[in-house]
């Protein structure tokens, strides 16, 4: 929105799963109201119905996406601001309900760039990708009690047989030593039933991703990259047009290091924690896919070998991370570009040398 043109009232708006503290800054930078409103849609739209288009801010967080949507409905500008570059800023000052609202209306006043405003998805984003996360969570528990099971196993000096999770309850059913019978019985049956349900979801998300997001069997095309990580990355992204360049994708999910520079000194930290974590979950394993005994010769593969060859106490680590983030940039650029996908682009570009 043009400066010339943004509201005169700012508001600030910190969020609670009953009640939501506001305050209310003219014109002049005063603070003209304070109170609070119950955390209702209901209640919402009934208190910022009735006032003058303002420019809210709230941060990110489990109430933002609805509080979005009700706020633009009545008229009013909306900035979402990163809930963890605010954490830094609240740090090592008094923390209260008002405080924080108002310290919110001030940085949305004067420089909203501060609060490093964050994307909001649409809600059948949203919606898409409540199937996706629910997926995820099915798979972590259904490692942690492989995990279980396989460690409490080797504290009675016995080791479970190794094999896929898919396969894990069908096939070591009969092979649990006799004691651990009763106490691994129930966990096998609740794996079984994990294992259904994931398998109910990737049939969901492919009907998904064959109706709503065409793009993904595109990007599927990468070795390493199936249909989870395409569809994570289509709903993470979900409007490749916001980047500038393909290159703006890796930053943007945390996956590059951070800088540290004063005067002459110069260093560099481990990766931000910043982005959509969960897509770069899966990017990382993918990177881990690439670099794999299974991995296929690619420019992806070659980049993240010569990377590890340099050595050093984390170059693995370092080649995986590079890798996920490089990933991170073609896949954009695939789901940009109708040019055709090359795993050997830059190679067959390079002439070979003597």
């Not at 964050?118 to 259904?142: F, I, K, N, Y």
């Not at 260093?267 to 299974?294: C, M, N, W």
Request: positive net charge; contains cysteine.
């Amino acid at each position: 929105m043009d400066e010339r043109s943004a509201p005169k009232t700012t508001i600030g708006l910190d969020v609670g799963d009953k009640y939501t503290q506001l305050c209310v800054l003219d014109d002049a930078g005063e603070v003209a109201e304070e109170g609070r409103v119950r955390t209702t849609e209901t209640a919402l739209v009934g208190r910022f119905s009735a006032m003058a288009a303002a420019r809210v801010v709230l941060e990110a967080g489990t109430h933002a996406a609805w509080m979005r949507r009700a706020l633009l409905a009545c008229g009013h500008e909306v900035l979402i601001a990163d809930s963890y570059q605010m954490g830094k800023v609240y740090r090592g000052q008094d923390k209260s309900d008002r405080r924080d609202a108002e310290t919110l209306a001030r940085f949305g006043r004067t420089d909203p760039k501060m609060l490093h405003p964050v994307h909001q998805r649409s809600e059948p984003t949203l919606t898409d990708r409540a199937v996706l996360r629910s997926r995820g969570l099915l798979v972590r528990m259904r490692a942690q009690l492989i995990h279980h099971m396989r460690g409490l196993t080797k504290t009675f000096g016995a080791r479970l047989p190794q094999c896929s999770a898919e396969s894990f309850a069908s096939h070591i059913r009969g092979r649990i030593p006799e004691r651990l019978v009763p106490a691994f019985a129930p966990l096998l049956d609740t794996l079984a039933l994990l294992t259904k349900q994931i398998r109910a979801y990737d049939r969901e998300l492919e009907r998904i991703a064959a109706e709503h997001y065409p793009e993904t069997e595109r990007l599927r095309a990468v070795n390493g990259v199936g249909l989870i990580t395409a569809i994570s990355f289509v709903l993470g992204i979900e409007d490749p047009h916001r980047f500038r360049k393909s290159r703006d994708v890796g930053a943007f999910l945390g996956l590059r290091p951070r800088q540290w520079q004063s005067g002459d000194r110069e260093k560099e930290l481990g990766t931000p924690r910043v982005g959509d974590r969960e897509l770069r979950r899966v990017l990382v394993q993918s990177a881990h896919y690439i670099l794999g005994p299974f991995g296929k010769d690619s420019d992806l593969r070659r980049f993240g070998e010569r990377l590890k060859k340099r050595g050093g106490r984390r170059a693995t680590v370092r080649a995986v991370v590079a890798v996920a983030r490089k990933l991170a940039v073609l896949l954009h650029r695939l789901w940009v570009s109708p040019a055709p996908y090359d795993p050997l682009y830059l190679a067959h570009r390079t002439p070979a040398t003597a």
